[in-house]
């Protein structure tokens, strides 16, 4: 019985290659995912710590505070200590050889002058000793052409930018330093200047050669007490290890997700193929019954069979695997996304990946090869080498359309209930709902959507429509394996549209001016917005600060600008704010019992109402409507350190805006830490991100598109091989090459265009449910669909299937009539 089932296998090896296809593209995405990130974790740990490896104690902060200068000198008079040097990690920017600054978010650390203690890996030059010396990661300094000893302006959130000489450039690639963006060493009283911080995050502490490093740790404890703690050189590198590896395994998380829904997808192809395949072999399993052979024989038989064709699949599933990895690698870099370490292939990846596919293909295998053991050796007798299609049980179909109905519900009524856990049910049971009764569902698509075939094909699109339909359980899983890719991308793609334009709303609404300054991943420098304010070109100049005293949020306002967000005034003039004059929310002016002229007191300081106001943008940490807005110039006052990170400039009246950007050009070129943005601009800024996760999304998913496209062609091939006769008696009396294609490539566009409408909906419906509840949660989010890309979508479906359905007529056609018609 083995022999025989090898035999068959060798001579079906052409059915058997789309399914295995199916095997080899998961397998891939599953070899490829380990590969990448066991790669990345292996750089992980191999540069862990690259910055304390002579660090034997640290001195970390007990709270949010940070560690002052004076605390670093009294570690470094504790007896023991060779030397101790506080570490800085802030943010900064750094202006380009053409006068620019330079892209990228920018680190900024502290670079030790001990000896004892520098850790860093040294390219060229050396790293800074005195004040006034910087180092820069190796590619910046390439790049910007930055010989040693040039000079290199530097900016943080302290003031505008510095010039600082190079004296060394080093290499922090694949380190926690890495970031994606240019890297910055300074000294230690130079990074605290230039940021504006009080004091250092940590200070690192080398031992005397010989020392008690267990005796030290207890006298740093003693002299720091308890503003600070102390852990010890093995502590400091398991934390840095295992920071390290969780993004690394956060990424694998994510990954593997997508790997899930790729292998389900095959799991259905496979599934399928072994239907058809086993229900073609009706009469030689019958025979083979007749002769002796048992049922249990006819099951392992079957089962030998599938896991054979997934031991070969699952091994070349391994081999592209290699190649996927090098690719998401290639992808990663070219997204500026810092990656360490090399591709790593390790025998568990290995047997994993051989295990899953063949495990995968065995258990897809189960349910056709029992089905197949319950054909009687009287079936040999017959005339028809196949059985018709069956259609699904009542059972199952009920059960379906109430799960369906639940899912439905579910994701209509999710935003009144307010449960976001709602939605995800909603989606998974109207999927399950389409698998149980796609039987019936896909099927009355299909002759929907055919009647424009019928009415254009004739009699061709008649025959193409009722072969589409002749198995209802084969086509319905054909679809289904569409449903869950299509309908994944198309619930990434609604949702990031819709986002998107609440976004976009949310900047019209906040933004009333042409131009927009924002910081680079920090707060905008102190003396910025003075600056722009003394131009003469410039008319509003507005910088959004806020703070949160008591349960009061308490905001910066322009008298120009303040109208823009209020939804309504409900007393008072809104545009009196000023010098002693405050808009007050209605929340709080009633819960105070506030109304216009009322006095009200902020940090000591006595102003009047000039307005109760109504607001729908967002609250802060304040209750909502807890709000009052004070001028720019009251606010600086009562809140001289608080920064915002986005100001709002207009030109001045009779100024034109190209006057007005060069003259906030001309002092920005002293801040390399802040950005120019017009409207759209910044709305692009905050929308990018969206983009990026969405063409990253789509990429993964695009891997189940395909596994699904791929059984839509290896349904039509064993359709075709199991019409053979058919075609060839329709082929006899007439029907022409042609028009035989035509058969072929309407059954495959029905089917692929079932699948992706069910799959849009399904998106659809997810994400609209989605932004309803959010929209009921306090945004402002409303569904808006992508139509063109959701037409695409559609559009790159059919024409996969029409493509799908070349090698099947092909095939269907390449066998001459009379032999065709003598196949049994």
């Known amino acids: 019985m083995i022999r025989l089932t090898l035999r068959s296998l060798r001579a079906e090896a052409l059915r058997m290659l789309l399914s295995a296809l199916a095997v080899v593209l998961g397998v891939a995405f599953v070899a490829g995912t380990m590969i990448f990130v066991d790669g990345m974790r292996a750089g992980a740990y191999q540069r862990a710590g690259t910055f304390d490896r002579h660090t034997d104690l640290g001195v970390y902060s007990a709270g949010r505070e940070v560690l002052p200068p004076a605390l670093l000198e009294r570690v470094r008079t504790v007896d023991g200590v060779a030397a101790a040097a506080g570490e800085l990690t802030n943010t900064a ?219 070969a699949a699952s091994a070349l599933g391994v081999l592209l695997g290699v190649g996927l990895a090098g690719g998401m690698r ?27 596919g063949t495990g995968l293909t065995v258990c897809a295998a189960l349910l056709p090869a029992w089905r197949g053991t319950r054909i009687a050796p009287v079936a040999a007798l017959t005339d028809a080498a196949v059985q018709p299609g069956r259609g699904a049980g009542r059972v199952r179909l009920s059960i379906g359309a109430v799960v369906l109905a639940v899912g439905v519900a579910a994701l209509a009524g999710a935003a009144s209930a307010g449960q976001l856990l709602l939605v995800a049910a909603g989606g998974v049971l109207t999927f399950f709902g389409i698998v149980l009764f796609g039987p019936v569902l896909v099927p009355a698509l299909i002759r929907v959507f055919g009647w424009p075939a019928r009415r254009v094909l004739g009699a061709t699109g008649e025959l193409a429509v009722a072969n589409t339909v002749r198995n209802p359980r084969r086509v319905a899983a054909t679809a289904t394996a569409l449903v869950i890719g299509i309908g994944l991308v198309s619930a990434f793609m609604v949702g990031a549209r819709s986002t998107k334009d609440g976004i976009e709303r949310s900047v019209d609404a906040q933004i009333g001016t042409d131009f927009v300054v924002s910081g680079i991943g920090q707060d905008l420098p102190a003396a910025l917005v003075g600056e722009l304010a003394a131009r003469p070109e ?132 002293r801040y390399p830490t802040v950005n120019l943005m017009d409207q759209g601009a910044y709305k692009k800024m905050l929308t990018g991100t969206v983009d990026m996760l969405l063409a990253f999304v789509t990429a993964l998913l695009g891997l189940a598109v395909v596994i699904a496209l791929v059984g839509v062609a290896n349904t039509l091939s064993l359709s075709v091989v199991e019409r053979t006769r058919e075609n060839a008696v329709l082929r006899a009396v007439g029907l022409t090459r042609g028009r035989m294609r035509a058969v072929l490539a309407v059954e495959a566009v029905l089917m692929a ?65 009379v032999e065709a018609l003598a196949d049994q």
């Open 93 to 311: 920017g750094i202006v380009g050889a053409d006068g620019r600054p330079v892209l990228g978010f920018t680190m900024l650390v502290s670079v030790p002058t001990e000896e004892a203690l520098r850790s860093y890996d040294v390219v060229a030059g050396r790293l800074p000793d005195r004040a006034g010396e910087v180092v820069l990661d190796a590619p910046t300094a390439a790049e910007q052409g930055f010989p040693l000893g040039a000079a290199v302006r530097i900016g943080a959130t302290g003031g505008a930018a510095r010039p600082y000489t190079l004296v060394g450039t080093v290499d922090v690639a694949g380190t926690a330093r890495d970031v994606g963006g240019p890297f910055v060493g300074l000294v230690g009283p130079d990074a605290l200047a230039l940021t504006g911080e009080r004091g250092y995050g940590r200070i690192m502490v080398a031992a005397r050669p010989g020392a008690d490093v267990a005796a030290l740790t207890g006298r740093v404890r003693a002299v720091i007490g308890a503003e600070a703690t102390v852990k010890s050189r093995q502590q400091i590198l398991d934390e840095a290890v295992e920071d390290a590896v969780r993004d690394v395994d956060q990424f694998r998380m994510l990954l593997l997700i997508f790997v899930g829904i790729a292998i389900v997808v095959a799991g259905f192809v496979i599934a399928n193929t072994f239907a058809i395949v086993l229900a073609q072999r009706t009469r030689r399993t019958a025979l083979l019954r007749l002769v002796g052979a048992t049922r249990g024989q006819v099951f392992r038989s079957t089962v030998l069979e599938s896991a054979v064709l997934g031991l």
């Open 538 to 669: 410039l008319g509003v100049v507005h910088e959004q600060r806020a703070t949160v005293v008591g349960d009061v949020e308490i905001r910066a306002a322009h008298p120009a600008l303040v109208g823009r967000t209020l939804s309504g005034v409900l007393a008072g003039d809104a545009e009196r704010v000023g010098p002693g004059q405050v808009l007050v929310h209605r929340e709080l002016a009633r819960a105070r019992g506030w109304q216009v002229g009322s006095p009200v007191t902020v940090r000591g300081r006595q102003f009047r109402v000039a307005a109760v106001v109504t607001d729908d943008t967002p609250g802060g940490d304040a209750p909502a409507g807890h709000v009052i807005d004070l001028s720019d110039q009251d606010f600086a006052a009562l809140f001289p350190s608080q920064r915002g990170y986005l100001a709002e400039i207009d030109p001045a009246a009779g100024v034109s805006p190209e006057r007005a950007r060069e003259a906030i050009t001309a002092v920005l070129g």
């Open 330 to 356: 290639l992808l990663l870099s070219r997204l500026d996304v810092p990656v360490s370490g090399d591709l790593t292939v390790t025998s568990a990846t290995v047997l994993t990946g051989l295990l899953l």
């Open 753 to 817: 265009l079932v699948g992706a409408v069910l799959g849009i909906g399904l998106g659809t419906g997810v994400s609209a449910s989605t932004m309803a509840l959010l929209d009921r949660l306090g945004g402002d989010f409303h569904v808006v669909l992508p139509l063109g890309q959701l037409g695409l979508i559609l559009g790159v479906a059919m024409l996969a299937a029409l493509l799908a359905s070349v090698l099947p007529a092909r095939r269907a056609l390449s066998r001459p009539v």
